[in-house]
């Protein structure tokens, strides 16, 4: 689950991590008497959506406008937040649909005297957490990664105890950090990764992380990703879910129990099992297909379930064709069969559907399929019924 900028900067805040001060605004007016608040010379707009790069981000509508600016005067902060409010932010995670901007985050502004790079992840290699710093803040990371390598650098830190005094005093001395600014660095690191496992995250990052003129270290940017099997025990984490910033389709797909993530292709992919899922998506692409959807139904699908898959896929307008793809171990291919056709009835199918069932019962499971005389091409391999979809989706 991803929450919004001025969110993570709450909860960095309660946690001790130093951010800025700042006022969420969903109004023009809103964002003039946050600007007063601040009684600053500058203060910072900064379109409030869940991707990255709103920096370089353009509004749609107002093309001279970027997702972040100055601001100087309170004249300044209004027109600002009104060419962005209630438009359409396009950036390189967005798409060129963009998404529509329902708050700005009005932030005080700082003297910078550098911009670093500070991020924890799960490292699943290493079976941990790890912390990741360079020296280049600012940038997109993947950028850094792929052109200066040499200056992204990981420290992996224990679960319990979090990140120690020692290994940010290391890290502190190969970024460069100046002498004066060392205790600071300990309490804002040690902080920050006590936040990122007491609250269950999957990703905390902080690009820029800055280090003012005074030698202080403040979280200028913030984005916070938590593990969605951990947020039983924070209910107060999920209360800050924005719907509006999720596919419709994958709020569905959540409620109905199925694992399901919307991409930009033509086919359609109903499986169960998330390795098999994505073994039939790399299949489909590699016969010339484009597929339209991760899902997984899981080994215990009913009727149910596979009637809102279906729909769900159904509702795209961009899928031409959908490919069943069943192995039915611990369920049997008989009650798959049945439940793809009763959820085909239910969901007057208008598109062609390939089906391949393999495993307990799947001679019995093709024969109702068979008899069912409804429009399912039946495929009785993987790599035939690839093939199979991708030509109907082209036809």
């Known amino acids: 689950m991803k929450i919004h900028e001025f969110q993570a900067k709450q909860i960095l805040r309660e ?3 130093a951010v800025p001060r700042g006022f969420v605004a969903d109004t023009p007016q809103a964002a003039v008497d946050a600007f007063v608040k601040l009684a600053g010379p500058v203060a910072v707009v900064k379109a409030q959506i869940h991707a990255g790069g709103r920096g370089k981000g353009t509004i749609q509508e107002v093309p001279t406008q970027r997702g972040v600016q100055l601001v100087r005067s309170r004249e300044e902060a209004e027109t600002v937040a009104a060419n962005i409010l209630g438009h ?10 963009g998404k529509t901007v329902h708050r700005v985050l009005v932030e005080e502004g700082c003297s910078i005297a550098r911009e670093l790079y500070l991020a924890a992840v799960i490292d699943r290699g290493r079976g941990g957490p790890v912390l990741i710093v360079s020296s280049e803040g ?17 420290e992996p830190f224990d679960v319990d105890t979090g990140v120690q005094p020692y290994q940010v005093r290391k890290l502190a001395a190969r970024l460069g950090l100046p002498q004066a600014a060392l205790r600071n660095a300990e309490q804002f690191v040690q902080a920050f990764s006590k936040l990122f496992l007491a609250r269950d995250c999957s990703m905390l990052e902080i690009n820029p992380l800055v280090l003012t003129s005074d030698n202080r270290l403040l979280a200028l940017d913030a984005k916070m990703t938590f593990d969605d099997n951990a947020l039983f025990r924070h209910p107060d984490l999920t209360a800050l879910r924005d719907l509006a910033e999720e596919e419709p389709s994958e709020i569905l797909a959540g409620e109905a129990g199925l694992s399901f993530v919307q991409l930009d292709g033509t086919i359609g992919c109903l499986v169960n099992g998330a390795g098999l899922a994505m073994s039939t998506m790399d299949l489909i692409k590699l016969h010339g297909g484009q597929p339209a959807n991760f899902l997984d139904v899981g080994g215990g699908a009913n009727v149910q379930q596979v009637t809102e898959a279906f729909r769900i896929l159904v509702a795209d307008p961009k899928v031409k064709a959908v490919l069943v793809n069943i192995f039915g171990g611990i369920m049997r291919c008989t009650t798959i069969a049945s439940a793809l056709l009763e959820a085909h009835r239910s969901v007057n199918f208008k598109i062609p559907l390939v089906v391949r069932l393999e495993g307990t019962e799947v001679e019995e499971g093709r024969r109702i399929l068979a008899e069912s005389k409804l429009d399912i091409i039946s495929a009785t391999d993987l790599t035939e019924a690839a093939k199979m979809v991708v030509a109907a989706a082209s036809s």
């Open 138 to 154: 600012g940038m997109d990371i993947e950028h850094v990664a792929a052109t200066m390598p040499e200056r992204i650098l990981t």
């Open 15 to 17: 946690a001790g991590v």
């Open 88 to 97: 359409k932010l396009v950036t390189l995670q967005t798409g060129p649909e």
